[in-house]
């Protein structure tokens, strides 16, 4: 079973800046979307950011700005790059693919934001 890694959580000072990774353990084919999710404690979980096939983005208009979501479909990779951040974007980062078959999830990565 192909896992998705997240990598790159961590503690950051309000107006600093972290860079998400997330690789595949293993062969994943016919990705149509790569995406970001986040968690916050006490909350659904809610799209931050999303990449299609074509490389069109869509963002939720709380980090619009902010957030930048890429993919490198050579690697099979998708990166958030995350400045200006604020302490109401502390959560779990988990990114998630959808092929036409199976959606791939993560275990999440923390991002915690301290005023």
């Known amino acids: 079973q192909v896992q998705l890694v997240e990598s790159g959580g961590g503690l950051v000072q309000a107006g600093g800046s972290l860079r998400l990774s997330c690789i595949p353990s293993?062969?994943?084919?016919?990705?149509?979307?790569m995406d970001w999710y986040r968690q916050a404690p006490g909350k659904q979980r809610e799209l931050v950011a999303r990449?299609?096939?074509?490389?069109?983005?869509t963002y939720a208009d709380s980090v619009k700005g902010r957030f930048t979501i890429s993919r490198d479909n050579a690697k099979n990779t998708v990166y958030l790059q995350m400045n200006s951040l604020k302490p109401e974007d502390t959560a779990v980062y988990y990114c998630n693919f959808v092929t036409a078959r199976y959606d791939y999830w993560g275990q999440g990565t923390q991002v915690t934001v301290s005023s």
């Open positions: 293993g062969n994943i084919f016919m990705i149509n979307t």
């Open positions: 990449v299609t096939n074509f490389g069109t983005t």
